[in-house]
Structures are given as structure tokens and as C-alpha cells.
């Protein structure tokens, strides 16, 4: 499965959210995300891909984080 698939269950399933909502090009905001659904959706992502997100990284949109996760997985 692809990165962004993954990403895009996780973020789905965290936000109660169709997968058919969540394209690379939206952003956190427009999904209603707020810190503490980031910072849920960056756990699973972490235990899912085993990688470390820096919370300092400016991921506004589903893209900068697959592209984050394909840069630093293991």
C-alpha cells in the first residue's frame, strides 16, 4: 500500500472523515483538524511507518506529511 493510502486511513479514521475528503492537496484545516487530532493522527503514523515526525516541521497539507514520511521512514 502506498504512503499516501496509509496516511489517508489514518487520517480518516482519526477525523470520522471519507477517504474521498482527504487528497494530497488538502489541507489540516480545511478537515478540522485541531492540535490534538495532529497529534494522534502523528502517533499512528509514527507507530505505522516507524518514523519520528518533528512537530516543528510545517505540514499544513496531507502531502507535506507523506512527502515527510518518505523521507525519513526507515
Known amino acids: 500500500m502506498a ?3 496509509k496516511v489517508q486511513d489514518i487520517i ?3 477525523l470520522g472523515k471519507e477517504k474521498d ?3 494530497m492537496d488538502t489541507t489540516f484545516e ?3 483538524a485541531d492540535s490534538l487530532d495532529l497529534f494522534q493522527i502523528i502517533n ?3 507507530d ?3 518514523v519520528e515526525v518533528d512537530t516543528d516541521e510545517d505540514l499544513k497539507t496531507v502531502s507535506d ?3 515527510y514520511v ?3 521512514a526507515k
Open 65 to 67: 506529511l507523506v512527502k
Open 21 to 23: 475528503e482527504i487528497q
Open 48 to 50: 505505522e511507518f516507524d
Open 12 to 14: 480518516a479514521d482519526e
Open 30 to 32: 480545511s478537515l478540522d
Open 3 to 5: 504512503v499516501f493510502e
Open 70 to 72: 518518505e523521507a525519513n
Open 44 to 46: 499512528d503514523i509514527e
